[in-house]
C-alpha cells in the first residue's frame, strides 16, 4: 500500500525517534519496526535510523551483524549509515543472597575472542562512525595483530570514544589506539587496564595527537590512571581539554600493578588541566580516607560548572574547597553519596533533630559565606543530589528541601538562583 503522505513529511516523521548518540530504547526500536513495515516507502528512511545507532551485545548479535550486514551485497551499503556502534562482550549475572534476592552483580565475558575482531573487520568499512563504545574487550587474553591498533585511524570520522572494562596488552597499545585516531575529541575510560606500568620514556613522548576536549576517568587501578594522566600532560590535550571528569575508584581495591609515578596524585594533574577547564565533574567523596585523590581547585580559574562528589558529613570541608574556586560559576551540583553513619541502614536515610532526611544538613550553614561571596554572585542552579530507595526516598523530598532553604537563607531569598533537590533513586525493593 503507497503512502499518502508527503516524502518529505514521512522522513520528518522517522527522523524524531532519538538517533545517532542519544540512546534508544526498546519501545523506540520497536517503533521503527514498525514503521519499516507500514509501506514500501516508509522502509528506506526506518532503516536509515535503525542503522544509524547499532549495538552488538553478544556473539549472536555479532555474527548475525557479519554475515547479514558486513558481508552480504545488499546490506554493506547500509554502513554509510552507521554513526554509533556499541559493542558489549560482557554482560552482568545478578548474585542471589540466601533468600534469593538480588545481592548485586558480577560481570562475565560473553566470548573470549570476538572482541579481538571489531576493529580488523570493520576498519574502513564506517565512513561516518562518530561513536565507538567497546565494553569487555580483552586484548591481553588474545594477543592481537600488532597493527590492529594502527587500523583505527581508519575510523577518519570518529570523535567519541568509549571504553569500558577492556583490558590492553601494553600501555603502548593502549596510546597507539588513541593516537591512530585523527578526530578524536571525546574519551571516556572506565576500569580501563594493562598489566604493568609503562616505562616513564613512553609517558614523557611527545606525540600530536590527541587533542581532547572530553575526557571521563574512572579507573580502579591507580597506577593506569596515573598513567594516562601523565601521557595526556605531553599531547596537545593540556591546552585544549574542556570538559574534566575524575572518579577514582581504586578505592574499591588495592592496584593492580605498582606505579613509577610514587610522587604524583590527582592533585598534581587537576593543577596543569584546570586552567582551560570549563566543565568539571570531580569525586571527592573519598578525600578524608585517601589523600591521593584530593584535588584543590584554586587552578580552575574559568569553569562555567562544577560538579563535586561529596562526603555528605563533612560540610566544613566541602566549604573549605569550594573556598579556593577563583572562577565564577554558572551551576554548581553536589552528588551527596549513601549517608554513612548516623543513619537508617534500610532505606538510607539520616536521622536529625528526631526527623528522617535524605542528607545530612547540620553544618550545611558553613556553605553560606563561601557561595555568597562575589565570584558565585552569576550562581544560577544550586542542586543537590541524593541517593535512596523509590519506596522511601521520595516521601521526604519536599522536607529535605525546606531543611536546605532554612540552613541558607540569603541563597534562597536570590531572585536568580534556583536551589535544587534531584533525587537518584534504587529500585530494589526494601
Request: hydrophobic residues 40%; contains cysteine.
Given at each position: 500500500m503507497?503512502?499518502?503522505?508527503?516524502?518529505?513529511?514521512?522522513d520528518a516523521?522517522?527522523s524524531?525517534?532519538?538517533?545517532?548518540f542519544?540512546?534508544r530504547s526498546?519501545?523506540?526500536?520497536?517503533?521503527?519496526l514498525?514503521c519499516?513495515?507500514?509501506c514500501?516507502?516508509?522502509?528506506?528512511?526506518s532503516?536509515?535510523?535503525l542503522f544509524?545507532?547499532?549495538e552488538l551485545?553478544?556473539p549472536e548479535?555479532w555474527?548475525?551483524f557479519v554475515?547479514?550486514?558486513?558481508?552480504?551485497?545488499e546490506?554493506?551499503p547500509?554502513l554509510a549509515s552507521?554513526?554509533c556502534?556499541t559493542f558489549?562482550?560482557?554482560w552482568y549475572?545478578?548474585?542471589?543472597?540466601?533468600t534469593n534476592r538480588p545481592?548485586?552483580?558480577?560481570?562475565?565475558?560473553i566470548?573470549k575472542w570476538r572482541g579481538?575482531?571489531?576493529v580488523p573487520v570493520?576498519?574502513?568499512?564506517?565512513p561516518?562512525?562518530?561513536?565507538?563504545?567497546?565494553r569487555?574487550?580483552?586484548?591481553?587474553?588474545r594477543?592481537?595483530h600488532?597493527?590492529?591498533f594502527?587500523?583505527?585511524?581508519?575510523?577518519?570520522a570518529?570523535?567519541?570514544?568509549?571504553l569500558d572494562m577492556?583490558n590492553?596488552p601494553?600501555?603502548?597499545a593502549?596510546?597507539?589506539l588513541l593516537?591512530?585516531?585523527?578526530?578524536?575529541?571525546?574519551?571516556?575510560c572506565?576500569?580501563?587496564?594493562?598489566?604493568?606500568?609503562p616505562q616513564?620514556s613512553?609517558l614523557?613522548?611527545q606525540t600530536?595527537?590527541?587533542s581532547?576536549?572530553?575526557?571521563?576517568?574512572?579507573?580502579t587501578?591507580?597506577?593506569c590512571?596515573l598513567a594516562?594522566?601523565e601521557?595526556?600532560i605531553h599531547t596537545?590535550?593540556?591546552?585544549t581539554l574542556v570538559?574534566?571528569?575524575?572518579?577514582?575508584?581504586?578505592a574499591?581495591?588495592?592496584?593492580?600493578?605498582q606505579?613509577?609515578?610514587?610522587?604524583?596524585?590527582l592533585?598534581?594533574?587537576?593543577q596543569?588541566f584546570?586552567p582551560?577547564i570549563?566543565?568539571?565533574?570531580?569525586?571527592?567523596?573519598d578525600r578524608?580516607?585517601?589523600?591521593r585523590?584530593?584535588i584543590?581547585l584554586?587552578?580552575?580559574?574559568?569553569?562555567?560548572?562544577l560538579?563535586?562528589?561529596?562526603d555528605g558529613?563533612?560540610w566544613k570541608?566541602v566549604?573549605?574547597?569550594l573556598?579556593?574556586?577563583?572562577a565564577r560559576l554558572?551551576?554548581?551540583a553536589i552528588d551527596?553519596?549513601y549517608p554513612?553513619t548516623?543513619?537508617?541502614?534500610r532505606?538510607?536515610?539520616?536521622?536529625?533533630d528526631?526527623?528522617?532526611r535524605a542528607?545530612?544538613?547540620?553544618d550545611l550553614?558553613?556553605?553560606?559565606?563561601?557561595?555568597?561571596r562575589d565570584?558565585f554572585?552569576?550562581l544560577r542552579i544550586?542542586?543537590?543530589?541524593?541517593?535512596?530507595?523509590r519506596?522511601t526516598?521520595p516521601?521526604y523530598?519536599e522536607?529535605?528541601?525546606?531543611?536546605?532553604?532554612?540552613?541558607?537563607?540569603?541563597l534562597?531569598m536570590?531572585a536568580?538562583?534556583?536551589?535544587?533537590l534531584?533525587?537518584?533513586v534504587n529500585?530494589?525493593?526494601?
Amino acid at each position: 500500500m503507497p503512502s499518502k503522505l508527503p516524502n518529505e513529511l514521512v522522513d520528518a516523521i522517522i527522523s524524531s525517534i532519538p538517533e545517532k548518540f542519544e540512546c534508544r530504547s526498546s519501545e523506540e526500536r520497536q517503533a521503527l519496526l514498525k514503521c519499516a513495515v507500514v509501506c514500501r516507502n516508509w522502509l528506506p528512511p526506518s532503516r536509515r535510523v535503525l542503522f544509524s545507532a547499532v549495538e552488538l551485545a553478544g556473539p549472536e548479535s555479532w555474527d548475525s551483524f557479519v554475515r547479514w550486514v558486513v558481508d552480504e551485497d545488499e546490506g554493506r551499503p547500509w554502513l554509510a549509515s552507521i554513526y554509533c556502534l556499541t559493542f558489549k562482550d560482557q554482560w552482568y549475572r545478578h548474585v542471589l543472597d540466601a533468600t534469593n534476592r538480588p545481592r548485586g552483580l558480577i560481570p562475565e565475558a560473553i566470548s573470549k575472542w570476538r572482541g579481538q575482531y571489531v576493529v580488523p573487520v570493520l576498519a574502513g568499512r564506517l565512513p561516518n562512525l562518530e561513536y565507538l563504545s567497546l565494553r569487555g574487550v580483552h586484548w591481553d587474553k588474545r594477543e592481537p595483530h600488532p597493527a590492529t591498533f594502527g587500523m583505527f585511524a581508519q575510523f577518519t570520522a570518529l570523535r567519541q570514544v568509549r571504553l569500558d572494562m577492556c583490558n590492553f596488552p601494553s600501555f603502548s597499545a593502549f596510546r597507539r589506539l588513541l593516537v591512530s585516531l585523527p578526530a578524536l575529541k571525546d574519551l571516556t575510560c572506565e576500569d580501563v587496564h594493562w598489566p604493568s606500568a609503562p616505562q616513564l620514556s613512553i609517558l614523557s613522548i611527545q606525540t600530536g595527537r590527541p587533542s581532547l576536549e572530553l575526557l571521563r576517568l574512572s579507573l580502579t587501578c591507580h597506577s593506569c590512571a596515573l598513567a594516562v594522566l601523565e601521557w595526556l600532560i605531553h599531547t596537545p590535550t593540556r591546552s585544549t581539554l574542556v570538559e574534566l571528569s575524575l572518579q577514582p575508584d581504586w578505592a574499591l581495591g588495592p592496584s593492580r600493578h605498582q606505579t613509577r609515578l610514587p610522587n604524583r596524585n590527582l592533585d598534581y594533574y587537576a593543577q596543569i588541566f584546570g586552567p582551560s577547564i570549563r566543565h568539571a565533574a570531580l569525586d571527592q567523596s573519598d578525600r578524608a580516607g585517601d589523600p591521593r585523590v584530593r584535588i584543590s581547585l584554586s587552578s580552575f580559574e574559568n569553569l562555567n560548572s562544577l560538579a563535586l562528589r561529596i562526603d555528605g558529613l563533612d560540610w566544613k570541608d566541602v566549604a573549605d574547597m569550594l573556598h579556593l574556586l577563583p572562577a565564577r560559576l554558572d551551576s554548581l551540583a553536589i552528588d551527596v553519596p549513601y549517608p554513612r553513619t548516623p543513619m537508617n541502614s534500610r532505606d538510607h536515610l539520616i536521622k536529625e533533630d528526631g526527623e528522617l532526611r535524605a542528607m545530612k544538613t547540620r553544618d550545611l550553614e558553613l556553605l553560606e559565606p563561601v557561595l555568597s561571596r562575589d565570584n558565585f554572585e552569576g550562581l544560577r542552579i544550586l542542586t543537590f543530589h541524593v541517593h535512596g530507595h523509590r519506596d522511601t526516598l521520595p516521601s521526604y523530598r519536599e522536607s529535605t528541601l525546606e531543611a536546605i532553604r532554612r540552613k541558607l537563607p540569603s541563597l534562597h531569598m536570590r531572585a536568580a538562583l534556583n536551589i535544587q533537590l534531584e533525587l537518584i533513586v534504587n529500585d530494589e525493593p526494601l
